[in-house]
């Protein structure tokens, strides 16, 4: 199985940059994903990263490092509405290519 | 709208009942999927269909039953569920499996068990 881990909770300031970690632990790599739930709400696909590097979205961006088992979430020019939760996602060969989830990262953004 | 409809949004259900959830999709996906969420949990695999036959079967206990009629709708039976059973009961769909452009998620059904 995948051993995922995201810190539990972060808090950041309207207008700033925040960077949210996920680490992992998998054989038979086949990309990671970037998901966004709001509460209430349905998580929401923001990325995938399948080879190493950094993908441009927009005020988000998304990082990869294979050999490191490591990733990262960076978002720019906080809103308010960008308070919610962030799931990390591991997708493997092993695991039918299909996403195990880690425990979500819950941002908060205050004024 | 997120292309992928459930129904009911909120169930309030005993021990003993029997009720069914059900998720649909109009998108033209092969795969469907039933996550749980619980609180500080991550998203639990519960059963994953690709072109209208069981992928994975996550270990899921015999008291949750899906079933896949046709590649647009899918459903999870419920009987006799115990209070740790309360949950977000989340519904998704992806073109295949394996996709890049990940999955699209339904709105939840929020069960409690009394």
């Known amino acids: 199985g995948q051993n995922i881990d995201q810190p539990t909770e972060m808090t950041a300031t309207e207008g700033a940059i925040v960077q949210i970690n996920c680490t992992y632990q998998?054989?038979?790599?086949?990309?990671l994903f970037w998901y966004q739930q709001h509460a209430g709400e349905a998580p929401t696909f923001l990325s995938y990263?399948?080879?190493?590097g950094l993908e441009e979205k927009g005020r988000f961006s998304s990082f990869l490092s294979r050999s490191k088992g490591y990733s990262y979430l960076l978002l720019k020019e906080l809103q308010m509405k960008d308070s919610a939760s962030y799931l990390c996602?591991?997708?493997?060969?092993?695991?039918?290519?299909?996403?195990?989830f880690g425990r979500g990262t819950s941002l908060i953004v205050h004024p | 709208e997120t292309g992928v409809t459930q129904t009911p949004r909120h169930l309030v259900m005993g021990m003993t009942n029997k009720k069914s959830l059900k998720c649909e999709q109009h998108?033209?996906?092969?795969?469907m999927y039933w996550y749980k969420q619980s609180a500080k949990k991550p998203l639990e695999l519960m059963f994953v269909?690709?072109?209208?036959?069981?992928?994975e079967n996550n270990s899921v206990p015999s008291r949750f039953s899906p079933e896949c009629p046709n590649s647009s709708h899918l459903f999870l039976h419920l009987h006799t569920l115990q209070p740790e059973d309360s949950a977000l009961y989340l519904c998704?769909?992806?073109?295949?499996?394996?996709?890049?452009?990940?999955?699209?998620f339904g709105p939840g059904t929020r069960l409690t068990v009394l």
């Open positions: 990263n399948v080879l190493d």
């Open positions: 998998t054989s038979g790599f086949n990309g």
């Open positions: 996602a591991v997708s493997t060969s092993g695991g039918s290519y299909i996403p195990t």
């Open positions: 998108l033209g996906h092969n795969a």
């Open positions: 269909y690709s072109l209208e036959e069981r992928v």
């Open positions: 998704a769909s992806s073109q295949d499996l394996a996709r890049e452009d990940g999955m699209v």
